[in-house]
C-alpha cells in the first residue's frame, strides 16, 4: 500500500504561535501537548506509541496527522532526551551522501544478510524510499531551522538540537496526539476479545506511582535501545516486549562504542594522541580520525569499526593503517629513500628508527610503536635505525605500518556506546509497515529494530523513516 507523504500539518503556524506566547520550548519542559493522565485509570485509544524519542514523535504526529487518535507515553519527563544531546547538541538529524543505501547493517549471521539483501533489496531500502533524507530536510526547513553540512553529507542544526525536538512536539500537538510524560510503560498483551473495552491490545503503564492501563487497536514500539540509560532513560521494554510476543531478538551489543585495549599494555602511554587512519573490522574499513583513551582507543573511525566487533562469542580483529594515504609499495619506497638516507649520513649523527617514523606519525606514538611492536616483531634492538634494516625487514615493517592488528579486550558497553546494535529481527516485521507480521497492529521501529547505522545522522534518518512507515497505517 502507498501512503503519500504528508507535508507540515496547516495548523502548525497557529499552535506555534500559542506556544511562542505561553513560553513554550525555553524551560526545557515539553511544549503544550502534554495532557496528563490524572484521575484517569482506564481509557481507550486506538494508537499507542510507547517512547518519545526520534522514531515515536514522527510515528505520532503521522498517525495522527492521519486523523487517527494517538497516545504517546514517554517515560522521561521531557520528549527527546537523546535528541537534545545528540551531533554535540547540534544534532546531526540526517546525511545526504550516497553512502545511505549501504549505511546500514543488522546482526544476521553474515551469510543470511547477504541472502536478504540480494532477495528483496534489504530490509531498510523501502522504508528510506518512502521517506527518504529529503522529506525530513522539508520538515526541518518547513519551521525556519537553519541547518548546515559538516561532512561527508551530515547535516547539523546551526543552533541547537533542542529546535528538532520543538519541531516535532509542535507537530505532535498540531496532528492532536496526547503525550503522557512521566509515563512509563510496563507490560503490553493481547487483549481478551471478551473483554469490556475496545482494541487489541492492553498497556500497563506506571504513572505518578499509580499503575494504568489503556486499550490500544495498535501499539508501535519506539522505545529504543539500552544505550546512555543514565542519561537518557534507556530500558529493554522493547526487548522484553518483543520476547513476550514470541518475537526473535538477534545479536544485542553496543554499537558505536570505544573499545578497550589491555590495559597492561604499551599503548596506555598514548593517551591523548589521535592520528588518521583506516580502521578495518572484517571487510567494512572507516578512514578517519582515531584517539587514545584511559580505556582504549576511541575517535570516529573506531567507533564506526566497533559495531561490527562481535561480542565474546565471535570477536575480530582490529587492524588499523597507520598511511592511510599511501599503498605499500608506496610506504616500502618511502622507507628505503629514508633508509639509504640515513646511511648516508652515518659519520655524522645515528638516528633512532623511531624518528623516521615520527615524520609521518605523531611523535609519542611512533616511538612506542618502534620500541613495542617493530622491533620486537622485527627482532632488531630498539636504538637500530632504518639503515640497520635489511630489504625484508623494511618490507615487513611496511606491511605492519599498513595492518596493524590491536588487541581489542572489549567495548565501553552501553553507558557510551551511541546506539544498541541488534534488536527486534527484521524477519519478524513487515520493511512496508514495520508492523509484526505474526501480530497484526503490533509495530516496532527505531533503535528498536535490528537496523543500525554508521556514525552521521544515519541513525535519526532511520528512526525518522521507519517511524513515519508505522504511522503512516497504525
Ligand atoms: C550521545 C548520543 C549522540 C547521538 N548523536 C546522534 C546524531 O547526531 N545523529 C544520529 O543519527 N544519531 C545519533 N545518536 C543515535 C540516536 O540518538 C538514536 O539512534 C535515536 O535516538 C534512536 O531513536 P529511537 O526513537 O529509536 O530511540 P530513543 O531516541 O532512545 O527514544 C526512545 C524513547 O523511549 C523512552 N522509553 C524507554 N522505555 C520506556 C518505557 N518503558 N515507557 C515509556 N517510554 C520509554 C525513552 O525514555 C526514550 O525517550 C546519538 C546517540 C547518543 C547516545
Redesign the pocket.
Known amino acids: 500500500m502507498h501512503v503519500p507523504w504528508v507535508p507540515p500539518c496547516p495548523g502548525f503556524a497557529a499552535h506555534r504561535a500559542r506556544n511562542l506566547t505561553q513560553g513554550a520550548g525555553a524551560s526545557g519542559r515539553p511544549l503544550g501537548p502534554v495532557r496528563r493522565a490524572q484521575g484517569r485509570t482506564t481509557s481507550a485509544a486506538p494508537v499507542v506509541v510507547?517512547?518519545?524519542?526520534?522514531?515515536?514523535?514522527?510515528a505520532a504526529m503521522t498517525a495522527g496527522r492521519r486523523g487517527r487518535p494517538v497516545i504517546l507515553?514517554?517515560?522521561?519527563a521531557v520528549?527527546?532526551?537523546?535528541?537534545r544531546?545528540?551531533?554535540?547538541g547540534?544534532?546531526?538529524?540526517?546525511?545526504i551522501s550516497e553512502n545511505l543505501q549501504k549505511a546500514y547493517h543488522s546482526s544476521l549471521p553474515e551469510g543470511e544478510l547477504v541472502e536478504e539483501v540480494q532477495s528483496d533489496g534489504s530490509f531498510f531500502q523501502k522504508a528510506f524510499k518512502r521517506y527518504p533524507p529529503e522529506k525530513f530536510i522539508a520538515l526541518v526547513e518547513s519551521h525556519g531551522i537553519k541547518y548546515h553540512e559538516k561532512k561527508l553529507g551530515?547535516l547539523?542544526c546551526n543552533k541547537s538540537?533542542r529546535q528538532i525536538v520543538d519541531m516535532l512536539q509542535q507537530e505532535c500537538l498540531a496532528a492532536s496526539v496526547d503525550v503522557y510524560t512521566e509515563?512509563?510503560?510496563?507490560s503490553v498483551s493481547a487483549a481478551s476479545a471478551s473483554g469490556s473495552e475496545a482494541g487489541r491490545f492492553r498497556v500497563v503503564?506506571s504513572k505518578e506511582e499509580e499503575t494504568k492501563e489503556l486499550h490500544a487497536e495498535a501499539v508501535v514500539v519506539?522505545?529504543?535501545?539500552l544505550?546512555?540509560a543514565k542519561?537518557?532513560?534507556?530500558?529493554?521494554?522493547?526487548q522484553r516486549l518483543a520476547r513476550s510476543f514470541d518475537l526473535k531478538v538477534s545479536g544485542v551489543r553496543p554499537g558505536?562504542v570505544p573499545l578497550r585495549l589491555d590495559p597492561n599494555a604499551w599503548t596506555r602511554s598514548l593517551t591523548g594522541v589521535s592520528l588518521q587512519v583506516a580502521a578495518s573490522i572484517g571487510n567494512m574499513s572507516f578512514e578517519e580520525q582515531i584517539l587514545f583513551t584511559h580505556q582504549g582507543i576511541s575517535g570516529p573511525a573506531v567507533l564506526q569499526a566497533s559495531s561490527y566487533w562481535y561480542d565474546h562469542d565471535h570477536p575480530k580483529a582490529l587492524r588499523l593503517d597507520l598511511l592511510p594515504y599511501m599503498n605499500e609499495e608506496d610506504v616500502l619506497h618511502w622507507l628505503q629513500r629514508r633508509a639509504e638516507s640515513c646511511r648516508n649520513r652515518q659519520s655524522q649523527r645515528r638516528m633512532p628508527a623511531s624518528e623516521e617514523l615520527a615524520r609521518k606519525l605523531p611523535r609519542r606514538f611512533a616511538d612506542g610503536f618502534w620500541i613495542h611492536e617493530v622491533s620486537q616483531r622485527l627482532h632488531v634492538s630498539p636504538s637500530a635505525g632504518l639503515e640497520d634494516l635489511e630489504i625484508s625487514s623494511l618490507k615487513d615493517l611496511a606491511a605492519l605500518l599498513k595492518s596493524w592488528e590491536v588487541s581489542v579486550i572489549g567495548t565501553e558497553g552501553y553507558p557510551k556506546?551511541?546506539?544498541?546494535c541488534g534488536g527486534v529481527s527484521t524477519q519478524e516485521l513487515s520493511d512496508e509497515t514495520m508492523e509484526c507480521k505474526k501480530h497484526p497492529g503490533l509495530y516496532f521501529?527505531?533503535?528498536?529494530?535490528d537496523v543500525?547505522?554508521w556514525?552521521?545522522?544515519?541513525?535519526?534518518?532511520?528512526?525518522w523513516a521507519?517511524?513515519f512507515a508505522a504511522g503512516a497505517v497504525c
Not at 544531546?85 to 554535540?88: A, L, Q, T
Not at 521501529?445 to 529494530?449: D, N, R, T
Open positions: 510507547l517512547g518519545g524519542g526520534a522514531a515515536g514523535l514522527l507515553l514517554e517515560k522521561n520528549l527527546g532526551k537523546k535528541i544531546i545528540s551531533g554535540g547540534r544534532c546531526n538529524f540526517t546525511n551530515q547539523f538540537a509515563a512509563e510503560c510496563l503503564y519506539a522505545c529504543g535501545g544505550s546512555y542519561t537518557c532513560g534507556a530500558t529493554d521494554l522493547a558505536l556506546a551511541e546506539v544498541t521501529i527505531g533503535e528498536a529494530v543500525t547505522g556514525l552521521g545522522g544515519y541513525n535519526f534518518q532511520w528512526a521507519s517511524g
